[in-house]
């Protein structure tokens, strides 16, 4: 029998997608997957060569627990120069993956009954972690009109007596919403009168940005937050590194530690081989990450516009990320082309999988029923074909 722990933990709705789509994929269909959740481009040629030379130099043996010191002291660098924050490297914490440092963060601070605020639509992990941990996820819906971002209002109606951390996901995944440094500010405000609130900022995303936007980050944006804040980033997204599983973060002290303390008697420490090319990754040029966010934006361009021309769907256009998340409400009550009936936005996401091979994420994995997150880290080619099942697809609905 598993735990009643894990039993009120639901698995992971993107991987469910995932795996529906690869089993299609093997029975010979031409499905095009726009459900994952990782950038299509190789780990650039620098950062697979430093990995190499790490195995070929006998860096093949555990390391410190929570991070190779060179590592720790680059990610200071990098905290100062990209977003104005001020680590020392007992401040820092490397970990197999930006979701180990969440699971980890949480772990190490979560007393039963202790709530997380978690701003909605939000990844689908927050939640079930939260859960996992012994804490109780408040996930507040934030409204599309808001551009899916918290006010300082919902945020003051959220905190309670319990209330342990704020979540925030900038730029969000499914939304691609990108808080600005005033927006920052004002949330800010309302937290200022809440010293014991930890914050936890999720900035995996950072270098995917559009439109010539700053990256905001709360650490800096809200000096008097630093403190409290667990700033968390990681490799998977900025270097196409998800398969390398390093995540990173930098906090106060006391955390930091007991983060560390989890990590000694759990995973021990992220592989050594990752840490060194996560070292080269830092250290080296980021020119290619201007081409990708312009690969990028030029593919949201055309997602955006065409699902907008479609009567049935409609989307705000993604300030980062790598996602457009799309309003399906019109489909629903509708059925399908097959002649299913679509009573909701999973119905909808299944029969378009089903019936014209395009894998998408319904929005309720995303605490967000009557949406669905399409993912645009694919090729161009991939995506006009999608556009084009999905159009099909729509003009075929019955009433
Ligand atoms: C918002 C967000 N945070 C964290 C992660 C996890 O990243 P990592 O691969 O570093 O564990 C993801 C991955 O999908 C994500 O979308």
Redesign the pocket.
């Known amino acids: 029998m598993i735990s009643k722990r894990l039993a009120a933990v639901k698995p992971s709705a993107t991987i469910a997608v995932s795996q529906k789509a690869r089993e299609l994929l093997a029975a010979g269909k031409d499905v095009v997957v726009l459900s994952m959740?990782?950038p299509d481009f190789d780990t650039p040629e620098y950062i697979n060569q430093a990995a190499v030379e790490a195995i070929a130099n006998g860096k093949t043996r555990y390391t410190a627990v929570d991070g190779i010191a060179e590592l720790k002291d680059q990610i200071c660098q990098k905290f100062l120069s990209d977003n104005d924050l001020s680590y020392v490297p007992s401040q820092i914490s490397v970990a197999p993956?930006?979701?180990?440092i969440?699971f980890n963060a949480l772990l190490a601070t979560l007393d039963p009954g202790d709530e997380v605020i978690i701003p909605a639509p939000c990844?689908v992990?927050y939640p079930e972690m939260t859960r996992l941990c012994g804490g109780v996820p408040k996930v507040v819906m934030c409204s599309s009109k808001d551009g899916f971002k918290m006010t300082p209002e919902t945020l003051a109606k959220a905190i309670t007596a319990k209330t342990k951390w704020l979540l925030i996901?900038s730029p969000?995944?499914p939304t691609g919403a990108c808080y600005s440094e005033d927006e920052l500010r004002s949330l800010g405000e309302v937290l200022k009168s809440y010293p014991d609130i930890l914050i936890l900022t999720?900035d995996?995303?950072e270098k995917l940005v559009y439109d010539g936007r700053q990256f905001a980050t709360i650490g800096s944006a809200v000096p008097e937050l630093f403190d409290r804040t667990l700033t968390m980033n990681?490799?998977?997204?900025a270097f196409a590194m998800?398969g390398w599983?390093?995540?990173y973060a930098g906090g106060p002290e006391w955390l930091i530690s007991a983060m560390r303390k989890v990590m000694s008697q759990s995973t021990s420490n992220p592989s050594s081989i990752s840490q060194y090319a996560a070292l080269s990754a830092l250290k080296g040029s980021q020119a290619f990450l201007d081409d990708w966010c312009q690969v990028f934006e030029a593919r949201r361009d055309l997602i955006c516009t065409e699902l907008n021309r479609l009567p049935e769907l409609s989307c705000q256009k993604s300030e980062g990320a790598f996602y457009a998340f799309v309003d399906c409400q019109h489909l629903i009550g509708r059925s399908s082309p097959a002649g299913r009936q679509l009573r909701n936005d999973t119905d909808v996401v299944t029969s378009i999988l089903d019936e014209v091979l395009v894998a998408l994420v319904p929005g309720s994995a995303f605490h967000a029923p009557g949406y669905f997150r399409l993912s645009f880290a694919a090729s161009h080619e991939s995506l006009e074909t999608a556009i084009s099942r999905i159009e099909n697809f729509c003009q075929n609905c019955g009433a």
């Open positions: 959740g990782e993956g930006g979701k180990a969440i990844w992990s996901n969000s995944n999720d995996i995303y990681g490799m998977s997204k998800t599983r390093l995540g």
